[in-house]
Every structure is written in structure tokens, then in C-alpha cells.
């Protein structure tokens, strides 16, 4: 299957990964190739298969509802590119 | 060589214990080495003055009870390292500093290792030959511009040139085993569940394994020994009993039955692999075992299922990667530009591109498409292995179609890059343990490497296989230190 530059466009848009037209162009090319390569499965028929959704055949097992509250805020923050007091800042988003 | 650092583990640990070498001799020794070793560029981020300072803090007051006595140890950089940069090789994450620790590094710690340095990898893990890491391709000690493999390609370059007596690496799709088999040395995927997955930047959750890297059988089963636990902190981490690996290593293996799966024969593979295979079959018989034909018929549809499943949950895993919260942030005149600069900056391009993959199939009007029927298909693989299971103990394939290639010679074309993995993916898709052994040379005097796959918790016996294999082939290292000339 062929991947086109609108398709591209609209998954960048999808995962926020803005492109521009040159990098468009080879992502366009290189996932065509991925989808012709991944479309082998179609060979397979899978109507009555499961689908596995995890290999470990477990059920979540669960916890006692307690907190466990470090303080550890600052650690937190530390990391973050830009911050004010306890808050991470952003871009204004409300006029 | 018979200076400190061409030590195994198993020998280190054992001098430790009788006193004659100290905790700072070693880790003196291995960073003397190490500081030798930048070309190879196998460091993002080293923490030699801390590892010395600890090395002589515990010789102060030295615990030889714990089982990696004041040995220094360097880590893939996908392991969280409390209050030290932790980079996962992009730049996204190029300034972040963990404030918690890793399950599987912390088991170390708590055996008495001491973390060395952080090792290079692909960005995300997201590779096949360490060339999509942020901080620059990574040296095969095995030859100049040759690649070490790829993602674990820093831990398994470190490895095999002595800069560290064993390291952790993980594996989603072979990432522990090929740049092992490419190196010459050990590497072990266990099986999921095995080792806890908490502290370790993810790629795709359903797939991800820690394991040892290591130069023999015996150091691997000690370090797994350590590193696999069950952590309350990973819901899919698995309560089961724990075996001491490495005490109860045996290379008696008479009478086990190998699996020999005659789909692992692709097209185009070279001469060297199917002669290294071959041979393989002979040292397996020589220790007694008995070889089965088996046929593991949806081989070839592993990695058409590994490219769907891998990147759509690390579509799903970086999405956290927004400039809000930690890591890289790229300025922008609103909110989503912000995103879409910081990503599209943040990210290099193999990543860009699977991020993209998983996006899109699992997009709307596709999730059933591709999805839905990958989850179909590797419950046909995985259906295989358990038919298989019901005849054999293990299973016996090479672990590559090739040996180590040049930097540069497969970074233009994702498919043949893909390739790489077609005999490890299978693996990760069935949940099952894998075991790389160094087995022979090209001609190239490249190392190769074969493959042991076990049945799902039942390292132990994959171990013992390898163990006894080892001892037959008796394969020898070719490192030259060309880079320090």
C-alpha cells in the first residue's frame, strides 16, 4: 500500500510531530515500503483467531489502597524546561 | 592480557571474596581503561569519580556476603539511574536527571555493584546498530567502523573491549542478542515478566525485557540471578519461583531434546550462518543431546507483526514526550506548535518514523486492519512455539542472518536494517527466554553468534544448554585494542 503526502500531513498532525515538505516526502516513500512489507499478514486468514493482547497470563493483581505520599515535588519540578514555584509553565493557552 | 579488567565476573567477585583484589583496584582498572576507550564512544554519561568514591567506601567496611562485592558496573542508558542524566541516546531526554532508581539496577546496587557509567544505545532502543543514537554511532571493538548491533550496541562494545566486567542491556526485538552476537559475547532476553520493566524508558510494553550481557554463561547466570524479581511496582511483572541461576548451572544436559525449526533457513542467508548452524546441531549431539526437526510455520510473519505491535505502543509510550514536564522543549508560538517543535526537534528520524507508523495504524477506520490483526497473528506465533514445546526443551537457530556490517552500510534502507532481527523478534512476540552464545567466525574473523530459545520461565534449563555448548565450542575473542594504537 502506498502511504501519500496527505496521509503524512494528517499522521503528523495525529502524532504532533510537525514535518516539513522534503522530510514529508521521505517519510512518505519509507512507510509505503514498511506497508507494502507489512502487508504480508493479509496472506494469512485469522477470522477464528484470538487476538494475544499480553504473553503473560496473569491477572493484575491488587493493592491495598493506601498513600504513599513522598515529598519529593521539588525532584519533580527540577526537571522540568520551564517552571514557576510549584507549577510547570506553558505556553499561554487562554486569551 | 591478564590484567584486571580481561577478569570474568565470576573471577572478580571470587578475588573480592578472598581478599586479593580490593573493590578500588577494580573499578580504578576498568576506568583507567575506559578513559583509553573514547573512541569508541560506548559513554553517554560516565560516573567514575562517584564509583571511585564508593569503590573505596566499601572497601572500608567490605560486605563479602553480596553477591557483586564493589564491582563496577556500566548500564545501557534506558535504565533509570537515580541523580544521574539518564538520556534513552536522544535528545529529548538529554537533560534529564531521575529522581528514582530502576528495579533491576537497584537489585545490583543492593548486591553490592556500583554503577560505572551510562551506555550508549539507539534512540528509544529503536535500532539494530547503535547509528540511531543522538550521541554518535558506537565502535565494534571487534574491527574499526565495524557496527557493535544494536540497541543495546554501548553496553555490548563496553563489553566485549573490557571497559566493564558485565552490563544489563534490554530487548524488544533482539536488541540484547544480536549486538551480543555481533561482539563475540553473551546476551540474554528473559522471559516478560522476568525481570521488572520499572525505571526503564519504554519502547513497547508487551515486549520489552531487561537481560545480562555478559562474557560467558556462567557471569550471565549469576547477573540474572540478581537482576530478575518480582516488583509489585510492574503490573506485568510475574510472581513465580526464582531459581539461584547460577548455583545451579549444570552443563549435563544427556537427553534433552533441541528443536532445529527449518523456517529459520531464509533466503539469501550466507554460507557462514547455515555452516555455523550446522556445526551447532554437531556440539549440541556432542553433549549428548538429541536434535528434533521442528516446524514453526508462521516464522516468516514475525516481523511484518513485530512492525506493527513495536510501534504502535511506542506511539502510545511517547506521547509523555511534550516539553512540559521534563526533558528537551523546543519554543513555540502556542501550545501545539510548542509540542509539534519540541517533538519534531526532540525526536531523530528512525523514531519520528515508528512513532508515525504506530500512529497511523492505530488511527481511526485502521485499528482493525493492521492492529487487531497483528494481536491475531502473534497468537499464531506464539501457538507455534507452544506446539513445538510439546516435543523439545529448547530450540536451536542462529542468532543473525549476518555477522557485524560496516557504520553507514544499512542506515538508507529501514527494511534491510529490519532484517536484522528476523531470527530474535519471534521471541519477544512469544514472551519466551532467549539466550545469544558466541559460536564461531566468519571470514571476516567477524564473531557469530547462535541462538537457544527456551520454554517461558525455564531460564535455568536455556542456561545449562548454553553452558554445556559453551564449553565445546570453546570460542575465543579476537580484540586487538586497535583503537588505543
Known amino acids: ?95 | 592480557m591478564t590484567d584486571i579488567t580481561s577478569l570474568s565476573l565470576t573471577s572478580l567477585v571470587d578475588k573480592v571474596k578472598k581478599k586479593e583484589l580490593s573493590s578500588e583496584e577494580i573499578t580504578k582498572s576498568f576506568i583507567e581503561r575506559s578513559e583509553k576507550s573514547k573512541k569508541l564512544n560506548t559513554y553517554i554519561t560516565d560516573n567514575f569519580e562517584n564509583a571511585l568514591n564508593k569503590a573505596k567506601q566499601f572497601d572500608e567496611k567490605p560486605n563479602l556476603d553480596l553477591k557483586l562485592p564493589g564491582i563496577p558496573i556500566a548500564v545501557k542508558d534506558l535504565f533509570c539511574t537515580k541523580d544521574v542524566k539518564t538520556t534513552a541516546g536522544s535528545k529529548i531526554l538529554n537533560n534529564f536527571i531521575p529522581p528514582y532508581e530502576s528495579t533491576v539496577t537497584q537489585n545490583m546496587w543492593n548486591e553490592g555493584a556500583i554503577l560505572l557509567g551510562k551506555l550508549n544505545c539507539d534512540e528509544f532502543a529503536m535500532g539494530s546498530s547503535n547509528e540511531t543514537s543522538f550521541f554518535g554511532n558506537v565502535q565494534n571493538p571487534i574491527d574499526e567502523n565495524l557496527v557493535p548491533g544494536g540497541s543495546s550496541g554501548g553496553s555490548a562494545s563496553a563489553l566485549a573491549a573490557h571497559l566493564t566486567p558485565i552490563t544489563i542491556g534490554t530487548d524488544t526485538g533482539g536488541s540484547i542478542r544480536q549486538p551480543a552476537s555481533f561482539t563475540g559475547t553473551v546476551g540474554l532476553k528473559p522471559t516478560y515478566g522476568s525481570c521488572s520493566r520499572y525505571g526503564i524508558v519504554a519502547f513497547a510494553s508487551s515486549l520489552d525485557q531487561a537481560g545480562p550481557m555478559s562474557q560467558n554463561v556462567k557471569d550471565c547466570a549469576l547477573l540474572h540471578e540478581i537482576i530478575s524479581s518480582y516488583d509489585s511496582k510492574d503490573s506485568t511483572s510475574i510472581d513465580f519461583k526464582r531459581n539461584e541461576y547460577s548455583k545451579e548451572l549444570n552443563n549435563n544436559i544427556k537427553g534433552k531434546k533441541i528443536g532445529i525449526p527449518k523456517e529459520y533457513r531464509v533466503d539469501g542467508m550466507p554460507e557462514e550462518i547455515e555452516e555455523l548452524w550446522k556445526k551447532g546441531i554437531e556440539y549440541v549431539k556432542d553433549c549428548g543431546a538429541e536434535i528434533i526437526d521442528i516446524s514453526l510455520p508462521h516464522t516468516n510473519y514475525a516481523l511484518p507483526t513485530y512492525y506493527i505491535v513495536a510501534p504502535a505502543e511506542a506511539s502510545s509510550n511517547l506521547a509523555r514526550y511534550d516539553g512540559v514536564k521534563y526533558g528537551f522543549r523546543a519554543d513555540g508560538i502556542n501550545l501545539i506548535d510548542m509540542y509539534e517543535k519540541t517533538r519534531s526537534e526532540g525526536f531523530g528520524s528512525e523514531v519520528q518514523r515508528r512513532i508515525m507508523i504506530g500512529t497511523y495504524v492505530l488511527s481511526s477506520g485502521y485499528y482493525d486492519a493492521y492492529y487487531l490483526k497483528a494481536q491475531k497473528v502473534r497468537k499464531l506465533i506464539k501457538s507455534d512455539f507452544d506446539e513445538a514445546y510439546k516435543n523439545v526443551d529448547a530450540i536451536l537457530t542462529p542468532s543473525t542472518p549476518s555477522s557485524a556490517f560496516k557504520i553507514g552500510e544499512k542506515t538508507n534502507d529501514p527494511i534491510s536494517m529490519y532484517l536484522n532481527d528476523i531470527f530474535t523478534v519471534p521471541v519477544n512476540l512469544a514472551g519466551l527466554p532467549g539466550i545469544s552464545i558466541p559460536a564461531g567466525h566468519d571470514k571476516k574473523g567477524y564473531p557469530l553468534g547462535l541462538q537457544l530459545i527456551g520454554k517461558a520461565f525455564d531460564e535455568q534449563n536455556l542456561l545449562n544448554i548454553a553452558y554445556a555448548m559453551e564449553e565445546k565450542i570453546g570460542f575465543e575473542n579476537k580484540i586487538s585494542d586497535w583503537w588505543m594504537k
Do not use: G
Open chain 1, 1 to 95: 500500500m502506498s502511504i501519500d503526502l496527505k496521509t503524512i500531513k494528517h499522521i503528523s498532525k495525529l502524532s504532533r510531530i510537525s514535518v516539513d515538505e522534503e522530510r514529508a516526502n521521505k517519510l512518505a516513500k519509507d512507510l509505503s515500503s514498511i506497508f507494502e512489507f507489512i502487508e504480508k499478514l493479509n496472506e494469512l486468514k485469522t477470522d477464528n483467531v484470538e487476538p494475544l493482547t499480553s504473553v503473560a497470563e496473569t491477572t493484575l493483581k491488587l493493592r491495598p489502597d493506601e498513600v504513599k505520599s513522598e515529598n519529593i515535588r521539588e525532584q519533580i519540578i527540577k526537571n522540568s524546561p520551564d517552571s514557576n514555584e510549584d507549577y510547570f509553565v506553558v505556553p499561554k493557552v487562554i486569551e
